[in-house]
Nanobody, 115 residues
Framework: QVQLVESGGGLVQAGGSLRLSCAVS????????MGWYRQAPGKQRELVAG???????LYGDSVKGRFTISRDNAKNTVSLQMNSLKPEDTAVYYC?????????WGQGTQVTVSS
C-alpha cells in the first residue's frame, strides 16, 4: 500500500520561506511523476508543481520563480522549497503521486502566510 506523509507546513510572514517534504512508502509500479497541489478555503484544488520520472518539472503560473520542486530517489522523498511567500499562498498543501493506473494523496499540511 502506497503512503504519502507530508511535513514542514506552518505559519510564516509574507516574504518568508518554508520547505515541505513528502515521504513515500510502499511498492510503486508504473510511476509517472509526483507533485504538490494546494487547496484554499472555497477554492478548487490546484497544481503547484510537478516532477516527472526524467526530472522534468512544471509549475503553476502563480508560483513560478518562487517555488522549486525536487526529488531524492534514494530517500523516496519529494520536496517543495517555497520562497517569497505571499498571503495568497495560504492553503492546505497535498503531496500527489501518479502511476499509470492510479494516483495517491497525502493527508495535507497547512501553510499559512500572514501579511
Amino acid at each position: 500500500q502506497v503512503q504519502l506523509v507530508e511535513s514542514g507546513g506552518g505559519l510564516v510572514q509574507a516574504g518568508g520561506s518554508l520547505r515541505l517534504s513528502c515521504a513515500v512508502s510502499g511498492s510503486i509500479f508504473g510511476l509517472i511523476g509526483m507533485g504538490w497541489y494546494r487547496q484554499a478555503p472555497g477554492k478548487q484544488r490546484e497544481l503547484v508543481a510537478g516532477i516527472g520520472n526524467s526530472g522534468n518539472t512544471l509549475y503553476g503560473d502563480s508560483v513560478k520563480g518562487r517555488f522549486t520542486i525536487s526529488r531524492d530517489n534514494a530517500k523516496n522523498t519529494v520536496s517543495l522549497q517555497m520562497n517569497s511567500l505571499k498571503p495568497e499562498d495560504t492553503a492546505v498543501y497535498y503531496c500527489n503521486l501518479k502511476t499509470v493506473v492510479s494516483q495517491f494523496w497525502g493527508q495535507g499540511t497547512q501553510v499559512t502566510v500572514s501579511s
